[in-house]
């Protein structure tokens, strides 16, 4: 487990306390640097005394011990620091990203440090041992073996680094192109990776010179040429093997790049050339200093290991300065981008991270992450605009649009369609097709793309469906046609009626005038004897006037007499209708109801007092049909509200037949002498002023006949102004209804 993966506690105010043992740890750090401080100190006194060299292993023991535990407290400090860091940096992880790099920074610049340092402190005091032995010359002679052999190392890895690169670039070409911002941003990957601080990509090809095809950091003109001759080149195309050279301040290197003709690279460091420039002055000098050296060793090793101990900690301590630093530009667009994906996640899609200024891997992530939102954005903005419309355009349609998955699942529903399926039980939208339409679910199973389909949930209806999608989902319009099939059949039926009238209506009138001129001849020479001739004539006169009377339905369904509109008492006709039936029907008891003031309405009287009559005339019908001695009541109610006008018969009678939504049709009919006109009469009579007529069941049973009219549309084709005069039958009855008002 991490350092900082250990489990913290809260303190009140919020704030994360870290665990206890890494207090313990700091304790025991500082405790055995000052147990080491107080060792070193009495072996050195103890050795200053006699004035002898401290073998090695103890010196370097010694160093070892001092630098741990001081290594330990820089690095301690150096995460204490991290931790405040964190605490103004922390994103969603904790700032514990933070603290790791850190912490691995300095641990992985600490552990080559301190055996650089230890093994300098061992070879040192090899070296001083031999200057006060007789193998003093040998000694030296190793001493400049090793010195070559660290020059040797050094230039063994710059060469390798630059070898590695040249034969990366060369491999990659095809996938990184030398000269694109792709090869480019690859070039540079290889320069960081490689700690390299200068590189120059160019071709040579004899008289044409040098070309340049990337570089980063080169040094100036001057200074590349006087390295970078035609001599070198020469001999690099003959010999593969790269060209190494140093100056106080940079180790450079040039190489061919392999598998491609004419390509050089070349790349300076400073790492290393202040380390190899001293190894190489330190080499021509030890000869002047040995005898200098020999005469003050003690002195020189204690100096040589204070030395060693103070430079190990001043890099171990700028190292960890250096990986705060890191840390810090390396967690705080981290913790930038996390905090903003975030927010992408709890919806909000306006966030952005600050523009990057450098040009890295991490700058490349904002970018690409501030284009991803700005793009979510612009396509969320179009989806929800796109969406509003479809629904305003759905909400505003009449027919029925209804959206499925494909698991024919209800994705999208409007007004029109939960109207036309009376979908009472609540939200369609996450139902199954099967469910909330059964109908429309079969049509599908059926792969059909149009077809006419029945539903019956409540009031039954005719749907002409058509079906559009593919596998992913499909869409269903439909359109309520019911009333269009009832106009088109009750216009069949018109001109049945009307074929009919005129087939039957011209015989009518010879066959009663023949039928009633044989009864006044000849029906006196039979009532002595026989009474079937009169019965017989009796018959065929009554069996006309029976025709006459549907062929004068027929007739009046045919051909309806446009209707001249003026303002009328409904008062009036309403009470004729009722005085009409109440003679003829005295078990029968009619109730007029109405508001003051008497309710008026712009219709043609004829019509509405045909209509009014037929109605009434259904109702005295329907009690008559409880039995013979049977009585009831039939009401009729004038009500005005909201610019309507509503006329409401009621009856107590037997109520409405089960095939109640086929009334109004022409030639439907319950009785067995009726000619099923009457009420699709009066049908369309409420249909040309601007009405409607339903039914419904009486409570305690019996029937309610409603008629609604649009009494403001109503008004407006009044003509009452223009033809003031009311003549013949228009004209109200006052004898007849002022008759009922007692």
């Not at 994103?91 to 912490?103: P, W």
């Not at 975030?342 to 490349?364: F, H, K, Q, S």
């Amino acid at each position: 487990m991490a350092l900082d993966d250990q489990p913290a506690a809260d303190d009140p105010r919020g704030r994360r306390w870290p665990p206890r043992w890494p207090a313990i740890v700091e304790i025991a750090v500082v405790a055995a640097a000052l147990a080491m401080a107080a060792t070193t100190y009495l072996v050195l006194h103890h050795n200053s005394d006699t004035q002898q060299l401290l073998s090695p292993g103890v010196a370097a023991l010694l160093l070892l011990g001092d630098l741990i535990p001081v290594v330990g407290i820089i690095i301690m400090i150096g995460r204490r620091i991290a931790r405040r860091r964190s605490a103004r940096l922390s994103g969603m992880g904790g700032g514990k990203l933070h603290v790791r790099l850190v912490a691995i920074f300095s641990l992985l610049a600490s552990v080559p440090i301190v055996l650089t340092v230890i093994a300098a402190s061992i070879m040192f005091q090899s070296v001083n041992r031999f200057w006060a032995s007789n193998r003093a010359a040998n000694a030296f002679d190793a001493t400049i073996s090793l010195v070559e052999d660290a020059q040797y190392q050094f230039i063994q890895r710059w060469t390798g680094q630059a070898r590695l690169m040249a034969s990366d670039i060369g491999k990659n070409r095809e996938l990184y192109p030398i000269g694109t911002k792709v090869g480019h941003q690859y070039f540079l990957s290889e320069i960081y990776l490689r700690s390299l601080n200068q590189a120059v990509l160019f071709t040579y090809a004899g008289s044409n010179g040098i070309n340049v095809l990337d570089v980063w950091s080169a040094p100036d003109d001057k200074t590349f040429f006087s390295r970078v001759t035609p001599d070198l080149l020469k001999t690099l195309r003959k010999d593969e093997k790269p060209f190494i050279n140093y100056t106080p301040d940079t180790v450079w290197v040039v190489t061919r790049v392999p598998e491609v003709k004419d390509l050089y690279l070349y790349v300076g460091t400073g790492e290393d050339a202040s380390f190899l420039n001293r190894q190489h002055m330190a080499a021509s000098d030890v000869l002047r200093d040995f005898k200098a050296l020999q005469g003050h060793s003690h002195a020189l090793q204690l100096r040589f290991n204070a030395a060693l101990f103070g430079v190990a900690a001043l890099i171990v301590a700028l190292t960890t300065w250096i990986a705060l630093v890191v840390a810090d530009r390396v967690v705080r667009p981290v913790n930038q981008l996390a905090d903003a994906a975030r927010r992408v996640a709890e919806g909000d899609l306006a966030v952005r991270v600050p523009e990057p200024t450098a040009d890295d891997e991490v700058a490349t992530l904002g970018t690409a992450f501030n284009t991803m939102t700005q793009r979510l954005e612009a396509q969320t903005t179009a989806l929800e605009n796109r969406r509003a419309l479809i629904e305003a355009v759905m909400s505003g349609v009449t027919a029925g649009v209804i959206s499925i998955d494909a698991g024919r699942t209800i994705q999208l529903v409007n007004s029109s369609a939960v109207a036309l399926l009376n979908t009472a039980e609540g939200d369609p939208v996450g139902r199954p097709l099967k469910i909330v339409a059964p109908e429309l679910d079969a049509l599908l199973d059926e792969g059909q793309h149009e077809a006419i389909v029945q539903i019956s949930d409540g009031e039954p209806k005719t749907l002409a469906v058509k079906i559009t999608g593919d596998a992913e989902g499909q869409v269903l319009t439909f359109d309520d046609i019911t009333q269009q099939l009832l106009d088109q059949r009750r216009a069949a039926w018109s001109d049945v009626a009307r074929r009919i009238a005129h087939e039957i209506k011209n015989p009518l009138t010879p066959i009663q005038l023949a039928a009633e001129r044989l009864q006044r001849r000849y029906g006196k020479q039979f009532d002595g004897q026989d009474a079937t001739f009169n019965r017989l004539t009796d018959t065929i006169v009554r069996q006309v006037g029976d025709l006459r009377r549907m062929v004068d339905e027929f007739s009046s369904f045919a051909r309806m007499p446009k209707p001249v509109f003026r303002e009328e008492s409904l008062v009036d006709i309403g009470r004729q209708a009722l005085f009409l039936h109440e003679v003829a029907h005295p078990h029968v008891a009619f109730r007029l109801d109405y508001d003051e003031p008497p309710p008026m309405l712009v219709c043609d009287r004829r019509q509405i007092g045909q209509a009014l009559t037929n109605i009434v005339k259904n109702a005295v019908e329907a009690i008559e049909a409880k039995g013979d001695d049977a009585r009831g009541e039939i009401a009729m109610t004038l009500t005005e509200d909201d610019g309507a006008t509503t006329i409401t018969v009621a009856d107590d009678g037997v109520g409405l037949p089960s095939e109640r939504a086929r009334l109004v049709e022409p030639y439907m009919t319950t009785r067995a002498r009726g000619t099923g006109l009457g009420l699709a009469i009066v049908k369309k009579i409420a249909e040309e002023h601007f009405g409607e007529i339903t039914f419904a069941d009486r409570p305690g049973g019996g029937t309610v006949v409603t008629m609604r009219f649009d009494a403001r549309t109503l008004a407006a084709l009044d003509i009452s102004g223009a033809h003031p005069e009311a003549s013949g039958d228009d004209a109200p009855l006052p004898a007849l209804t002022r008759n009922r008002n007692s």
